[in-house]
């Protein structure tokens, strides 16, 4: 499976911001730190954008005309 590295991002988590670089390899997290390299892996630069886990809208309202 192809790998992917996430540069320069902003993770947000419960307690804190912080910036690093995210490893994913075979659609799972490798490797969290401040700087990663991998000659083998596509990159994506988020250098000033923010990286957050799966968040659900709980004000969303489905019942709405059109949706």
């Given amino acids: ?4 590295l996430i540069k320069n991002a902003r993770i947000v988590n419960e307690s804190s911001i912080f910036e690093s ?4 390899e075979d659609q799972f997290i490798k ?7 991998d000659d083998t892996a596509e ?8 990286l957050l886990p799966g ?10 005309p059109g949706l």
């Fill in 43 to 50: 990159v994506f630069d988020l250098q000033g954008q923010l």
């Fill in 55 to 64: 968040c659900i809208d709980n004000q969303v309202h489905f019942r709405e």
């Fill in 21 to 24: 670089d995210i490893l994913v």
């Fill in 31 to 37: 490797k969290i730190a401040p700087s990663i390299s």
């Fill in 1 to 4: 499976m192809p790998k992917t």
